[in-house]
């Protein structure tokens, strides 16, 4: 026997997700609420164009990239979208902890300018 305890993929904290109101659908629906963004979920299906359109606009934040827009329809009930976000909370640190081996992008935190950099008044 082994002691391991069986692994529960993270689609079980979906319907939690759903429950809670804390999915946000759609790229304009994400531009609108980055305020309240903790991660973005995009498919493995979605167009290279749009792919590299939300790296770009979403480059402060995680952009993970995993199931397809049928996986969305059948987790999320939702029809054509190819783009989520989580609404900032400890669930979605729970799902995100889970699906982080797949983010395909390193948030850039805008940086504090150096002390070197800023003039001195001399």
Partial sequence: MSDELPVEPVERLFDFVLKSRGLLV?????????????????????????????????MHYPVVQHFTAADFERLFKIKGAKAVGFVKSGL?????????PHRINQPMHPSKPSESTTPSAS
């Fill in 92 to 100: 979605a640190q729970s799902i995100y902890a889970e699906l982080k």
């Fill in 26 to 58: 759609g790229r304009d629906t994400l531009r609108r609420n980055k305020g309240r963004l903790h991660f973005v979920l995009i498919t493995t299906d979605i167009a290279d164009s749009s792919r590299e359109e939300v790296l770009k606009d979403f």
